[in-house]
């Protein structure tokens, strides 16, 4: 009958209890890279959708004024500066005089005739891959800095006086 028990090896156990239980200490360090890179880039995705939806929310709220001449126009109540995207431009007209949103306005119609929006959100997408990398975010913003002076040296060579140009931007910015 001794022989009819099984044999417990109690030494094979000991071993198969000091090996790791977690998933996580048998990742290589390339491996843990890699999930830190794509969480990254899934952070910032989400944080691009979300100021999608933040402009969503504003266009829905706006009023929207046609001229016809292939912009779409809203007027928001939200405190912000006039700004752009795509084919439309977005402002407040309580914010500021006539004369002043004039002005505004031509700058950001440059900003839409000129498509600067494709190049904000490529330089985007290089921030959402790249995330981890200052020269992509050195980039975005000597991007967005170069676009801001083509809109500003168009507005000026169609005539509006340079010094009340730059009280006009000193006093938005």
């Known amino acids: ?5 099984p044999v417990i ?7 198969l209890q000091a090996t790791p239980q977690n998933w996580w200490q048998q990742l290589s360090v390339s491996e843990i890279l890699g999930v830190l890179v794509i969480t990254g880039s899934l952070v910032m995705l989400v944080r ?7 402009l ?7 009023k929207r004024v046609d001229t016809g001449a292939g912009i779409h126009f809203f007027e928001t109540e939200a405190t912000v500066s006039p700004f752009s995207f795509g084919s439309s ?3 407040n007209p309580q914010l500021h005089s006539t004369a002043e949103l004039e002005r505004m306005l031509q700058h950001e119609i ?12 490529v330089a985007e997408i290089i921030c959402i891959i790249n995330w981890f990398n200052p020269f992509a975010w050195l980039l975005r913003n000597a991007l967005r800095q170069n676009l801001e002076f083509l ?7 169609n005539g509006v006086d340079k010094k009340q ?3 006009l931007v000193v006093k938005v910015a």
């Open 151 to 157: 809109a500003d040296l168009e507005v000026l060579q």
């Open 48 to 54: 691009m959708l979300l100021q999608f939806i933040s």
């Open 56 to 62: 969503q929310k504003v266009k829905a709220k706006g």
């Open 89 to 91: 431009i977005y402002f």
């Open 1 to 5: 009958l001794q022989n009819a028990l």
């Open 110 to 121: 440059v900003h839409v005739k000129q498509r600067h929006t494709a190049d904000l959100v």
């Open 9 to 15: 090896d109690y030494s094979s156990l000991l071993q």
């Open 165 to 167: 140009y730059q009280y």
